[in-house]
């Protein structure tokens, strides 16, 4: 048996083995991915994002013990965990370190924690977060969080690799305004103030609060899903809730739970899911033709003229931008 | 094309609550370019062998110096060999006897470290037994 039906009939060696070859973009990787595909589509993916030190790896232990707890009929969700770190831009090293908040999640086979370096990823995640996501989709896993690199700003991209994103800020990080900064609250399903036991929290909120009333003004910010006939603001929409946790104590994390199961009994009741999965697909789409564009380019015409080109610009010859173009127009009359 | 990158997993299991050595051991290898799988202290030997395999690393170091040793290490290579990771190699630092790394290496410990081993040393090490062995990276 391949590796492929190895991971698909629940061989957590032979997933982790897989989830290598798509990480290293090996050829064995995109041929898997290739025949896992049709086994995707299952999952709930829950992405974590916020600065560092907000505790997001705790609040991913406790969501995954949770969740791992409840029972339906008699089986409780698998929960697949993908959290990525920075790799050094110089090194390409990088230290791992989110397993040391999630010791709990030990010893239960329905988890999977993989770590990943971000190998030159910029919006948070590394490049092939999306297709490691996918291969434990298709391997049954039900619920999938996605913590991000902790940079705080720039990780929009989680926004278009999950279904429910959940932003995570907490007090005591100095400027309250830091955690308005633009693209990170309206990428935000769910907010959370985290450490609420610490002295700034009630300003944290207060501030998070006011934000979100000015991002959505009609809607009311804080009320949950369930209120929205009251509201008068129909199914349409959803009103991201602010949440409070004590993710070291636990606390919280119930309500949180449900929020996120709220989130996406909203997505499939207003259609929005359907919306959200082409969104994801388009820009996965996206990604991968560059790249791949960008791979054929190198391949036709080799690093030479690439570097030569780098010369010129150096040398104030080109601009950057008439650099790249005569390279492209370069390739295309050699064809 | 893509560098293909080394993964390892710094691990400390047992009791003991010094992680300095461990510590500066990750941070080496992070810049000598490997990507450092590090799981924090007191990890049992079934949580070491579980991390290898979830994130299916080349090589695993563990740091100990509680004097379990002759304990741990038997019972993480025998978990190793029962997941069927049998194909990645294990290297120990810390306080070890050196009457004991005749009986560490017989059961297939690749290299042993005591302290005050210069970190380049550890780097080659863990380099050579990641080359020694054919899994597939």
Same mark, same amino acid.
């Given at each position: 048996m391949g590796l492929v039906d190895r991971a698909l009939a629940g061989d957590r060696l032979a997933l982790a083995r897989l989830i290598s070859d798509i990480e290293d973009e090996a050829p064995a990787g995109d041929e898997a991915l290739g025949q896992l595909f049709p086994h995707t589509g299952q999952a709930h993916l829950v992405g974590v994002t916020g600065g560092t030190g907000t505790g997001k790896s705790t609040l991913v232990n406790q969501l995954a013990l949770h969740i791992r707890s409840i029972k339906q009929n008699g089986s409780s969700r698998k929960v697949g965990i993908v959290a990525v770190d920075p790799s050094s831009p110089f090194t390409g090293g990088a230290i791992l370190g989110d397993r040391i908040r999630m010791r709990d999640l030990a010893g239960d086979p329905g988890i999977f924690i993989r770590s990943m370096a971000s190998r030159g990823g910029l919006g948070g995640l590394a490049r092939r977060t999306r297709s490691v996501v996918q291969a434990l989709d298709a391997c049954g896993f039900d619920l999938i969080l996605i913590e991000t690199v &902790? /940079? &705080? =700003? %720039?990780?929009?991209?989680i926004a278009s690799t999950a279904h429910t994103t959940v932003v995570v800020d907490s007090p005591g990080l100095g400027d309250e305004v830091q955690a308005i900064k633009a693209g990170i609250l309206e990428i935000a399903d769910i907010l959370v103030v985290n450490k609420a036991d610490l002295p700034g929290a009630p300003k944290a909120v207060r501030s998070l609060r006011m934000a979100l009333e000015q991002g959505y003004p009609k809607r @009311? /910010? &804080? %009320? @949950? /899903?369930?209120?929205e006939s009251s509201d008068g603001d129909g199914p349409e929409g959803w009103a991201p809730p602010l949440m409070e946790t004590v993710a070291t104590r636990g606390e919280g994390i119930e309500a949180l739970a449900g929020a996120i199961d709220d989130h996406r009994s909203y997505l499939i009741a207003s259609g929005e899911i359907e919306t959200r999965r082409r969104g994801r697909i388009q820009a996965e789409m996206d990604q991968l033709l560059r790249d791949q564009l960008a791979m054929d380019f190198l391949a036709a015409r080799g690093e030479g003229a690439f570097f030569q080109a780098v010369e010129r610009v150096l040398a104030r010859e080109l601009s950057p931008r008439q650099a790249v173009k005569g390279l492209i127009e370069g390739m295309t009359e050699e064809r | 094309m893509p560098k293909t990158q080394q993964r390892v997993l710094i691990a400390k299991p047992g009791l $003991? &609550?010094? $992680?300095r050595g461990a510590k500066v051991i990750a941070r080496a290898l992070r810049d000598a370019g490997f990507e450092v799988i590090y799981t924090g202290l007191r990890q049992t030997p079934e949580m070491v062998a579980e991390a290898a395999l979830q994130e299916d690393v080349d090589a695993i170091g563990l740091s100990i110096l509680s004097g379990a040793h002759m304990v741990l290490v038997p019972r993480v290579i025998a978990l190793l060999e029962a997941q069927g990771q049998t194909d990645v190699p294990v290297l120990v630092g810390g !306080? !070890?006897? $050196? =009457? $004991?790394i005749p009986a560490l290496q017989e059961i297939g410990v690749a290299s042993v470290f005591g302290p005050g081993t210069e970190t380049e040393a550890v780097i080659q090490a863990f380099r050579a037994a990641i080359g020694s062995n054919d899994h597939g990276h």
């Open positions: &902790g /940079a &705080g =700003q %720039s990780e929009v991209e @009311r /910010a &804080g %009320s @949950r /899903a369930g209120d | $003991d &609550g010094h $992680d !306080i !070890i006897p $050196d =009457q $004991d």
